[in-house]
């Protein structure tokens, strides 16, 4: 009878289910359940039985541990975010996806593929005693695999669905792990949460629940098998969860500190959960452990406010790699409030971003160094103050680790988040005073970081004894600048372990390991999650170049510490399996920041690699989705196909290595590789070791390096150190030169002159012997760490012959670019400008085409000077003229045949206004033309631009597109509150719900707000403004609504000295900010469970700007929105959120999804197929 009564209750025929209920009670008067249904029905508003609740009680008891769950499956599904479920073909309430799920008969079946028969059924099957709950299908797994050959059939999608009660108005929590999404179905309303996926123990979901029936349905993925656990627990005391600091950095000892540790990096991130209904402000105090000198704060980092008049002045978040500063707002006082407040959304986990720092005392302006004792030391205790309830105390554990072991630096990442990077200092500047240290102390040397084979830590070893490198050079131990290595972990491997691979057992001590490689920083950065080295993942690796570079340098100036800086360009790129892939991505993507590529056993395009991310393989929805629809995702997808970007390696040296028998990542993806690059004449070499696999310790002898460092990769490793060298110093000495010429314009064209004349030797020389004074500048250089002067003060030029007679050589480094090549055409190819940095001085800004394959070909000619390009879907293409660009010096250029007039710039430093990486951003110098195309029916024409890009009216590189690039920057879900209850439910729970899937996907942080937070605070006024993504159209978001523009008439006020900010609405989409409803190029959209998810751009400037077209002024950012016509629209675009299955989970909206997507209920039963619109908005808004 209770079957009955539950059934009765979810189909709405309240009389029956009261009756079974009843009935039930009868045979049983104690269950919780069959209570709960009667009490939630007696004071129910369209129960006939309602009023009569004060003669009924709620249950007396907790419902307690669910007993067991009703199972549907195994359906066939494919690797995408989104397929096809035949389980929703035959739904009776396709407004709602857990009703129809609860709704559905135990005896009902569904097709499925991977089932003899055809069907499956539900079936109820036991928790187990660890309450887990264990999911094994009878389908014969290894005959569907031969049947299809493909093991991509093992992925199956499905359902679980269980009845619980709350006994009690009140805020539940659930914890449901191995499930990425819950559905509970309360009150009449179903409420969307985040599931733990990867069981870690660290997510919960919170939720306001009446008291009554609660439903609960989870949505299942797995491969073959599955296992998940979910409990909904009942109201708690406590108001915050506090979990373990993530990512915190460790303290270095040096050998002038022996015993003490210096915090060269001091952010942390600290994961929270809110378990009230309602936001939380946090404060924190902390505690020092005892022998720690001065007292100590721990705040959250922040961002500058613009102020009204200066408005413009350092604003950079119109570039995509803008700088966010890593100090908190500073007190003017010491006897200011040592206090910050953080603001958590209800039910929201948020990882905070919090520095730990020292007090200033009334003489300080800046944060004194933090020094740590190394022996027995102890933890700062932190507590977090809730505005409600009690505070929370967890532990801050710094360790210590010396300056010649691998060490952690914690740094803020592209979107404002905390992630870590592990260091190992160039091991020639290891310092031998720790190895008579270690020989003394013995029982005080650290390990290596937890890798066990054959890595034990050993006595720290100086390099001199290293014969595996050319001997000529003597150890140097002093301060100068190296280049990066930057290594790259595949899946599953901790960032210090793959650091510490880099090591090898030195010659002479057969108990001694070297770490690091001579003359380079090893790099190896992490960022939590299944990203690939893609897109976040790409960002997090580029921006730990620029945090190790801050690091140095603040160890080194502000702290005084003798230590080796960082190239700021030049770098080498490794990687080993995923991280293999990840150094294709980020040498195709700024080929200018690198001079070598190593990629080991990487594989080119995930959707080809294995069955990771097969592309409409085996999909139910590939019945629906025709091949344009198809072609639109793909090209989403696209610019993370390394072998199509391979042209842009043209200019390095790339040296593959794979193992011969390497089963995890076959050779053949290297080979692939090889040969491409090969066909673009790179200088490529593929290395299979002979009878290794995917991993190896040892390549010719034990513990000589193996796959990441051993003695062949030793040779390479120091090859490209002198490329580095070499590069670098040329372009440090160019800078001198020209510094030194720049009051002289006849002096420039003389320069460049002899320098084309000159190329075929590449070489110039300003010998200090030129030493009788003439009309030109002296030539004066900045002092540069570790080089001798190239000039001294009566340096001079006595004539343009003597110039040309000595331009061989500057210093001891040749002054020549690698792209100064005029033997070969290069050739630029970019998919997405938005996340490529360009090269050789040839950058697309925007495609006339967007999303689809943009190529530049260059070719310089050495007689003349002269330099043809030709140039294909591109709209706008950016020149830079200056040093390290191929049209250094260029006196004739033509553009698709036409030719273009190009002035003498001022100077031929190329100066960036921002060093970020990732700061690929259209900027102002004197060095830069910029080339526009229009399309023609034969070849697009091509002149100079003579107007700057309108950001109110154009695509920039910030908000090019496509939906993932909101994520590229910090970024706020701001939710709307509209009047209507369910609307305003709906909409806050997929805010949360998206926030909270962001934390679980690569642990980002996230503010989640409402439209009246984030007017009522200084949101709009941050120096750096945020991308925003909008939760509810201008008819449900007050904010949008205030904001939104149609980008032909702007109605901006009037007053110059208020700032502005407006969301630009593309032309082609028409939103109603009073009516539930909106029209796409002209089709009309009203139905009810009409949505849509879009992207457009965000702007913010005084009206003075416009009107003096000053577009440098505004400050621009990216915005997406989520609208839908009713609350069960928002319940169906929740649909596009959705991940894979562990490891392959994304961030929501960040596989193949375009600039906008229009769905309804048919996004349920057909996937992609049911999508009604889609595509790429033009580069005119």
Same mark, same amino acid.
């Given at each position: 009878?209770?079957?009955?009564?539950?059934?009765g209750?979810?189909?709405?025929?309240?009389?029956?289910?009261?009756?079974c209920?009843?009935?039930h009670?009868?045979k049983k008067?104690?269950?919780?359940?069959a209570?709960?249904?009667?009490?939630?029905?007696s004071?129910?508003?369209?129960?006939?039985h309602?009023?009569?609740s004060?003669?009924i009680?709620p249950?007396?008891?907790?419902?307690g541990?669910?007993?067991?769950?009703?199972?549907?499956?195994p359906?066939?599904?494919?690797?995408?975010?989104v397929?096809?479920d035949?389980?929703f073909?035959s739904?009776?309430?396709?407004?709602d996806?857990?009703?129809?799920?609860l709704?559905?008969?135990?005896?009902?079946?569904?097709?499925s593929e991977?089932?003899p028969?055809g069907?499956v059924?539900w079936?109820?099957v036991?928790?187990s005693k #660890?309450g887990?709950?264990?999911?094994?299908?009878?389908s014969?797994?290894n005959d569907?695999?031969?049947?299809?050959s493909?093991?991509a /059939?093992?992925?199956?999608q499905?359902w679980a669905?269980?009845?619980?009660?709350?006994?009690?108005?009140?805020l539940?929590s659930?914890t449901c792990?191995?499930?990425?999404?819950?559905?509970?179905?309360?009150?009449?309303?179903?409420r969307i949460?985040v599931?733990?996926v990867?069981?870690?123990?660290?997510?919960?979901? @919170?939720?306001d629940?009446?008291?009554?029936?609660?439903?609960? /349905?989870l !949505?299942?993925r797995?491969?073959a098998?599955s296992?998940?656990y979910c409990?909904?627990?009942?109201?708690s005391?406590?108001?915050l969860l506090?979990?373990?600091?993530?990512?915190?950095?460790?303290a270095i000892?040096?050998?002038?500190?022996?015993?003490?540790?210096?915090?060269a990096?001091?952010?942390?991130?600290?994961?929270?959960?809110n378990?009230?209904?309602?936001s939380l402000?946090?404060?924190?105090r902390?505690?020092?452990?005892?022998?720690v000198?001065g007292?100590?704060?721990?705040?959250?980092?922040?961002?500058?406010?613009v102020a009204?008049?200066s408005?413009?002045?350092?604003?950079?978040?119109?570039?995509?790699?803008s700088?966010y500063?890593?100090s908190?707002?500073t007190?003017?006082?010491?006897?200011q409030?040592?206090?910050?407040?953080?603001v958590?959304a209800?039910?929201?986990?948020?990882?905070l971003?919090?520095e730990?720092s020292?007090?200033?005392?009334?003489?300080?302006?800046?944060h004194?160094?933090?020094?740590?004792?190394?022996?027995?030391?102890k !933890?700062f205790?932190? #507590?977090?103050?809730?505005?409600?309830?009690?505070?929370?105390k967890?532990?801050?554990?710094?360790?210590?680790r010396?300056s010649?072991?691998?060490?952690?630096i914690?740094f803020?990442?592209?979107?404002h988040s905390v992630t870590?990077?592990?260091v190992?200092?160039?091991?020639?500047?290891?310092?031998?005073?720790?190895t008579?240290?270690d020989e003394?102390?013995s029982?005080h040397?650290?390990?290596?970081?937890?890798v066990?084979?054959?890595?034990s830590?050993g006595?720290?070893?100086?390099h001199s004894s290293?014969?595996s490198?050319s001997?000529?050079?003597?150890?140097?131990n002093s301060?100068?600048?190296?280049?990066?290595?930057? #290594?790259?972990h595949?899946?599953g491997?901790?960032?210090?372990?793959h650091?510490?691979?880099?090591?090898?057992?030195?010659p002479s001590?057969?108990?001694?390991?070297?770490?690091?490689?001579e003359?380079?920083?090893?790099?190896?950065?992490?960022?939590f999650?299944?990203?690939?080295?893609?897109?976040?993942g790409?960002?997090?690796?580029?921006?730990?170049?620029t945090?190790?570079?801050?690091?140095?340098?603040?160890?080194?100036?502000?702290?005084?510490?003798?230590?080796?800086?960082v190239m700021?360009?030049?770098?080498v /790129?490794?990687?080993h399996?995923?991280?293999g892939?990840g150094?294709?991505?980020s040498?195709v993507?700024h080929?200018?920041?690198f001079?070598?590529?190593?990629?080991?056993?990487g594989?080119?395009?995930?959707?080809?690699?294995?069955?990771?991310?097969?592309?409409?393989?085996?999909?139910?929805?590939?019945s629906?989705?025709d091949?344009?629809?198809?072609?639109?995702?793909?090209?989403g997808m696209s610019?993370?196909? /390394?072998?199509?970007?391979?042209s842009?390696?043209?200019?390095?040296?790339?040296?593959?290595?794979?193992g011969?028998?390497d089963r995890?990542v076959?050779p053949?993806?290297?080979?692939?590789m090889?040969?491409?690059?090969?066909?673009y004449?790179?200088n490529?070499?593929?290395e299979?070791?002979?009878g290794?696999?995917?991993?190896?310790?040892d390549?010719?002898?034990e513990?000589d390096?193996g796959?990441?460092n051993?003695?062949?990769?030793?040779e390479f490793?120091?090859?490209c150190?002198?490329?580095?060298?070499?590069?670098h110093?040329?372009s440090s000495n160019?800078?001198?030169?020209?510094?030194?010429?720049?009051s002289?314009?006849?002096?420039?064209?003389?320069f460049?002159q002899?320098?084309?004349?000159?190329?075929?030797s590449?070489i110039?020389?300003?010998?200090s012997?030129?030493?009788?004074?003439?009309?030109?500048n002296n030539l004066k250089?900045?002092?540069?760490?570790n080089?001798?002067?190239?000039?001294?003060s009566?340096?001079?030029?006595n @004539?343009?012959n003597?110039?040309?007679q000595?331009?061989?050589?500057v210093?001891?480094?040749?002054m020549?670019?690698r792209?100064h090549?005029?033997?070969k055409?290069?050739?630029?190819?970019?998919?997405?400008?938005?996340t490529?940095?360009?090269?050789?001085?040839?950058?697309?800004l925007?495609q006339?085409?967007?999303?689809?394959?943009s190529s530049?070909?260059?070719?310089?000619?050495t007689?003349n000077?002269s330099c043809?390009i030709?140039?294909?879907?591109?709209r706008r293409?950016?020149l830079d003229l200056g040093f390290?660009s191929?049209?250094f010096?260029?006196?004739?250029?033509?553009v698709?045949g036409?030719?273009?007039?190009?002035?003498?710039v001022d100077?031929?430093?190329?100066?960036f206004e921002?060093?970020q990486?990732g700061n690929?951003?259209a900027?102002t110098?004197?060095?830069y033309?910029?080339?526009?195309?229009?399309?023609?029916?034969?070849?697009?024409l091509?002149?100079?631009?003579?107007?700057?890009?309108?950001?109110?009216?154009?695509?920039t590189?910030v908000n090019y597109?496509?939906?993932r690039?909101l994520?590229s920057?910090p970024?706020?879900i701001?939710?709307?509150t509209?009047?209507?209850?369910?609307i305003?439910v709906?909409?806050?729970?997929?805010a949360?719900?998206?926030?909270? @899937?962001?934390y679980s996907a690569h642990?980002?942080?996230?503010?989640v707000?409402?439209?009246l937070?984030?007017?009522a605070?200084?949101?709009?006024k941050a120096?750096?403004?945020?991308?925003?993504l909008f939760?509810?159209?201008?008819?449900?978001?007050?904010?949008l609504k205030?904001i939104m523009?149609n980008s032909?008439?702007?109605k901006i006020?009037?007053?110059?000295n208020?700032?502005?900010?407006?969301?630009?609405?593309?032309?082609?989409l028409q939103?109603s900010s009073?009516?539930?409803?909106?029209?796409?190029s002209?089709?009309?959209?009203?139905r009810?469970?009409h949505?849509i998810?879009?992207t457009l751009?965000?702007?913010r400037?005084?009206?003075s700007s416009?009107?003096?077209?000053?577009?440098?002024?505004?400050s #621009?950012?990216?915005a997406?929105?989520?609208?839908?016509?009713s609350?069960?629209?928002?319940?169906?675009?929740?649909?596009?959120?959705w991940?894979?299955?562990?490891?392959m989970?994304?961030?929501p909206f960040a596989?193949?999804?375009p600039d906008?997507m229009?769905i309804?209920?048919?996004?349920w039963?057909k996937?992609?197929?049911g999508?009604?619109s889609a595509?790429?908005?033009?580069?005119?808004w």
């Amino acid at each position: 009878m209770l079957k009955y009564a539950i059934d009765g209750f979810w189909f709405n025929t309240l009389d029956e289910s009261y009756a079974c209920a009843c009935n039930h009670l009868m045979k049983k008067r104690t269950d919780g359940l069959a209570q709960s249904i009667i009490y939630a029905l007696s004071i129910s508003k369209i129960s006939s039985h309602a009023g009569i609740s004060k003669r009924i009680t709620p249950p007396t008891n907790d419902a307690g541990e669910i007993k067991g769950w009703e199972i549907l499956g195994p359906i066939n599904v494919g690797k995408l975010e989104v397929d096809a479920d035949p389980t929703f073909q035959s739904c009776h309430q396709q407004h709602d996806t857990a009703l129809c799920i609860l709704q559905m008969a135990s005896n009902a079946q569904v097709s499925s593929e991977l089932m003899p028969g055809g069907y499956v059924s539900w079936n109820f099957v036991k928790v187990s005693k #660890t309450g887990e709950m264990e999911i094994h299908f009878g389908s014969a797994w290894n005959d569907l695999v031969q049947g299809v050959s493909s093991s991509a /059939v093992y992925e199956f999608q499905g359902w679980a669905r269980s009845v619980t009660y709350a006994r009690a108005n009140g805020l539940y929590s659930i914890t449901c792990a191995g499930v990425h999404t819950v559905y509970v179905r309360n009150d009449n309303l179903t409420r969307i949460l985040v599931g733990d996926v990867y069981k870690s123990g660290q997510i919960v979901a @919170s939720i306001d629940l009446k008291a009554g029936p609660v439903g609960i /349905v989870l !949505p299942l993925r797995g491969l073959a098998q599955s296992s998940f656990y979910c409990q909904l627990n009942p109201p708690s005391s406590q108001s915050l969860l506090v979990h373990s600091p993530r990512f915190i950095p460790d303290a270095i000892e040096f050998p002038d500190n022996v015993n003490m540790g210096l915090l060269a990096t001091s952010v942390f991130a600290l994961p929270v959960h809110n378990l009230q209904s309602h936001s939380l402000t946090l404060e924190y105090r902390v505690e020092k452990p005892i022998g720690v000198e001065g007292e100590y704060i721990v705040r959250e980092v922040r961002h500058a406010l613009v102020a009204e008049d200066s408005h413009g002045k350092g604003d950079s978040s119109h570039k995509l790699g803008s700088k966010y500063s890593i100090s908190p707002d500073t007190p003017n006082s010491p006897h200011q409030a040592e206090v910050t407040q953080t603001v958590i959304a209800a039910g929201q986990t948020s990882l905070l971003t919090l520095e730990l720092s020292k007090s200033l005392t009334s003489s300080q302006s800046v944060h004194p160094s933090i020094l740590l004792p190394c022996r027995k030391n102890k !933890p700062f205790t932190l #507590t977090i103050i809730p505005s409600r309830g009690d505070a929370v105390k967890t532990q801050l554990d710094i360790q210590c680790r010396r300056s010649n072991q691998s060490f952690s630096i914690s740094f803020v990442d592209h979107d404002h988040s905390v992630t870590q990077a592990v260091v190992i200092l160039p091991y020639s500047f290891h310092s031998p005073q720790f190895t008579k240290y270690d020989e003394m102390h013995s029982d005080h040397v650290h390990s290596s970081g937890g890798v066990k084979k054959k890595l034990s830590r050993g006595k720290s070893t100086h390099h001199s004894s290293d014969t595996s490198i050319s001997s000529n050079e003597e150890c140097d131990n002093s301060a100068g600048e190296y280049p990066v290595l930057l #290594t790259l972990h595949g899946s599953g491997s901790h960032p210090m372990n793959h650091a510490d691979s880099h090591k090898y057992m030195h010659p002479s001590k057969k108990s001694d390991y070297l770490f690091g490689v001579e003359k380079l920083f090893v790099l190896a950065p992490t960022r939590f999650g299944a990203h690939n080295w893609e897109a976040v993942g790409d960002l997090s690796a580029q921006w730990s170049l620029t945090a190790l570079r801050d690091t140095m340098e603040k160890l080194k100036y502000a702290f005084g510490m003798r230590v080796p800086l960082v190239m700021k360009e030049f770098a080498v /790129v490794s990687g080993h399996s995923m991280g293999g892939h990840g150094a294709w991505i980020s040498a195709v993507n700024h080929p200018d920041r690198f001079v070598c590529a190593a990629p080991a056993a990487g594989w080119i395009r995930k959707e080809e690699y294995a069955n990771g991310n097969s592309f409409f393989h085996l999909d139910i929805q590939n019945s629906f989705v025709d091949s344009s629809l198809m072609s639109l995702l793909m090209d989403g997808m696209s610019e993370f196909h /390394v072998d199509r970007l391979a042209s842009n390696l043209q200019l390095h040296d790339v040296h593959i290595r794979v193992g011969s028998i390497d089963r995890t990542v076959h050779p053949w993806f290297s080979r692939r590789m090889h040969r491409l690059l090969k066909q673009y004449d790179v200088n490529v070499t593929i290395e299979e070791v002979l009878g290794k696999q995917h991993w190896w310790w040892d390549t010719l002898k034990e513990n000589d390096g193996g796959v990441l460092n051993d003695v062949k990769m030793r040779e390479f490793y120091s090859h490209c150190y002198e490329l580095a060298k070499n590069g670098h110093a040329s372009s440090s000495n160019f800078v001198a030169f020209s510094e030194s010429q720049e009051s002289s314009e006849d002096n420039q064209k003389t320069f460049i002159q002899l320098f084309r004349a000159n190329q075929s030797s590449y070489i110039m020389d300003i010998s200090s012997t030129i030493s009788q004074p003439t009309s030109l500048n002296n030539l004066k250089r900045k002092p540069r760490v570790n080089d001798s002067d190239l000039f001294t003060s009566d340096s001079t030029i006595n @004539s343009s012959n003597e110039l040309n007679q000595n331009l061989h050589h500057v210093g001891d480094y040749p002054m020549h670019h690698r792209c100064h090549n005029n033997s070969k055409t290069i050739t630029l190819f970019v998919v997405n400008p938005s996340t490529h940095s360009g090269l050789c001085g040839m950058q697309v800004l925007q495609q006339l085409r967007v999303m689809l394959p943009s190529s530049v070909q260059l070719f310089c000619h050495t007689k003349n000077s002269s330099c043809d390009i030709s140039a294909t879907n591109v709209r706008r293409l950016r020149l830079d003229l200056g040093f390290n660009s191929g049209l250094f010096g260029v006196e004739q250029l033509k553009v698709n045949g036409v030719a273009i007039n190009v002035p003498l710039v001022d100077s031929y430093i190329t100066r960036f206004e921002g060093n970020q990486p990732g700061n690929v951003t259209a900027q102002t110098s004197s060095t830069y033309l910029d080339i526009c195309f229009q399309s023609s029916s034969n070849q697009a024409l091509a002149s100079i631009c003579h107007e700057q890009i309108n950001p109110l009216k154009e695509k920039t590189l910030v908000n090019y597109g496509p939906s993932r690039s909101l994520y590229s920057r910090p970024f706020i879900i701001v939710y709307g509150t509209p009047s209507n209850q369910a609307i305003r439910v709906a909409i806050k729970d997929l805010a949360v719900y998206l926030g909270n @899937s962001h934390y679980s996907a690569h642990g980002t942080k996230v503010k989640v707000l409402s439209d009246l937070e984030y007017r009522a605070g200084n949101y709009m006024k941050a120096a750096d403004l945020a991308n925003i993504l909008f939760i509810g159209g201008p008819s449900h978001n007050k904010l949008l609504k205030a904001i939104m523009r149609n980008s032909t008439n702007y109605k901006i006020n009037a007053d110059d000295n208020v700032l502005q900010m407006i969301a630009t609405i593309p032309t082609d989409l028409q939103l109603s900010s009073d009516i539930n409803s909106f029209a796409l190029s002209d089709q009309v959209f009203d139905r009810s469970n009409h949505a849509i998810l879009f992207t457009l751009p965000l702007n913010r400037f005084k009206p003075s700007s416009l009107v003096k077209n000053d577009f440098q002024s505004i400050s #621009t950012a990216m915005a997406g929105c989520i609208h839908g016509n009713s609350a069960a629209a928002y319940h169906h675009i929740s649909r596009l959120a959705w991940p894979v299955v562990p490891p392959m989970v994304r961030s929501p909206f960040a596989n193949a999804l375009p600039d906008y997507m229009v769905i309804d209920q048919l996004i349920w039963s057909k996937g992609f197929g049911g999508l009604l619109s889609a595509g790429y908005w033009d580069c005119n808004w």
